[in-house]
């Protein structure tokens, strides 16, 4: 068993408990070196416009410490966001013999990463990167990040979408492990009462007695087409029908102006919810959606949450959990990006869609994502782990 230095930007809602069960249930040696303080100090996020931090524990129960970053702007919005100039000395002063690195597009993580390199310490790599909607990047893109991943001794691949990322850039199969995207299941529990009757008192106080409703929960950026969806409900719903629009952003505006264009259509906006009001919000929901765009949703965990909760999803083809979770007519369904019209025949079919066939999309989605936990991601780190040459005591 290895004794493992983790370095990531900061402490992630869907992270944090993942490294509280490995050290529960593994006798794996690690700790988490964070480079920024972002989800345990109250602070703006631009994309949400709004002060936040997360409300649920982030740090307790695994070894982990915080490097001092000295960037002007800390973030992981541009490469000099996260610059942590202690980082090698941490990592030096711990010893690890092994190092798994949440991304390489910040300057302390190539830090670590020369820093790993020149003292003969294995380097894993997990992201979730895909090419969907893109094609392959430029030929020097190509050729930098294939120089970059050979350096890799092994890769931690979330999904199908992302293990053909590495494979594009010349990754051979012997060094990608499954290790699945995944989110604290105990949290989105479908027989919690107490979120249960959350999810009623809002469907009683936003007036859905009898409506088929979808949900967007998220950022109102772009990227995830809130907006190209609110259109799409106004063309094919009924007045059985409801929209649930919950999130802040830049569209909150026009989403709102937008949705005043058709009174006679049902749409309800609800405000920024922090982690232990999401599972009330998925609840309410007969089906969750998430048309997002391009590259943009990496992944989409939110769909992991929805369906742990029995909620059928509604994606488009370039969400990154799609090819793994989302299967037309068998866990939700799947529209093809960037195509107004097939995100509202899809909508349609979706919201007539008979209850009882509803009922059972949603319990094949809730055996889908159960492959998909905490369980399973590390079983694929740990074999990553078990994949590295033997080193001399």
């Not at 300057?107 to 090419?131: E, I, N």
């Not at 850039?169 to 479908?190: K, Q």
């Not at 979120?195 to 007695?209: D, H, N, P, S, V």
């Not at 949900?215 to 094919?236: C, D, I, S, T």
């Amino acid at each position: 068993m290895r004794r493992l230095a983790i370095v990531l930007s900061h402490p992630v809602q869907y992270y944090s408990p993942w490294f509280r069960w490995l050290r529960a249930h593994t006798a794996l040696e690690f700790r988490v070196f964070y480079l920024w303080n972002f989800g345990v100090s109250e602070q703006h996020d631009p994309q949400f416009r709004t002060r936040f931090q997360w409300d649920i524990d982030l740090l307790s129960g695994y070894d982990h410490e915080f490097v001092p970053n000295v960037a002007r702007a800390p973030g992981t919005h541009h490469f000099r966001g996260l610059d942590n100039p202690a980082l090698t000395a941490r990592l030096a002063a711990w010893q690890p013999e092994a190092l798994l690195l949440f991304g390489y597009n910040w300057l302390s993580h190539q830090r670590a990463f020369w820093w790993a390199r020149r003292h003969g310490v294995p380097l894993l790599l997990r992201g979730d990167s895909h090419l969907l909607g893109r094609g392959l990047p430029s030929w020097p893109h190509r050729r930098l990040l294939g120089f970059l991943f050979k350096r890799f001794a092994a890769f931690a691949c979330v999904g199908a979408a992302n293990r053909d990322y590495f494979r594009a850039f010349g990754v051979p199969e012997t060094r990608l492990f499954f290790a699945p995207h995944s989110v604290d299941a105990a949290r989105f529990d479908p027989q919690d009462a107490t979120a249960r009757q959350a999810a009623e008192q809002l469907r009683t106080e936003l007036g859905l007695a009898g409506k088929r409703v979808v949900l967007f929960a998220g950022k109102f950026h772009a990227g995830k087409q809130p907006l190209e969806l609110l259109r799409a409900f106004q063309a094919v719903a009924s007045d059985t029908d409801a929209l649930i629009l919950a999130g802040e952003g830049e569209l909150r505006a026009e989403l709102t102006a937008c949705a005043q264009t058709r009174p006679d259509r049902l749409v309800r906006f609800l405000p920024f919810a922090n982690q232990t009001e999401m599972p009330a919000r998925y609840l309410l929901a007969d089906i969750f959606a998430l048309p997002s765009r391009s590259f943009y949703e990496t992944w989409g965990l939110a769909v992991n949450e929805a369906m742990h909760l029995g909620v059928p999803c509604l994606v488009s083809d370039l969400v990154g959990c799609q090819r793994d979770l989302v299967t037309p007519r068998e866990t939700g369904w799947v529209s093809r990006a960037g195509d107004p019209d097939s995100l509202a025949e899809t909508l349609r079919t979706a919201l007539r869609t008979p209850t009882d066939e509803l009922k059972r999309l949603g319990r094949a989605a809730q055996n889908r994502v159960a492959n998909y936990t905490y369980e399973q991601t590390t079983q694929g780190l740990l074999a990553a782990l078990a994949s590295l040459p033997a080193t001399t005591p």
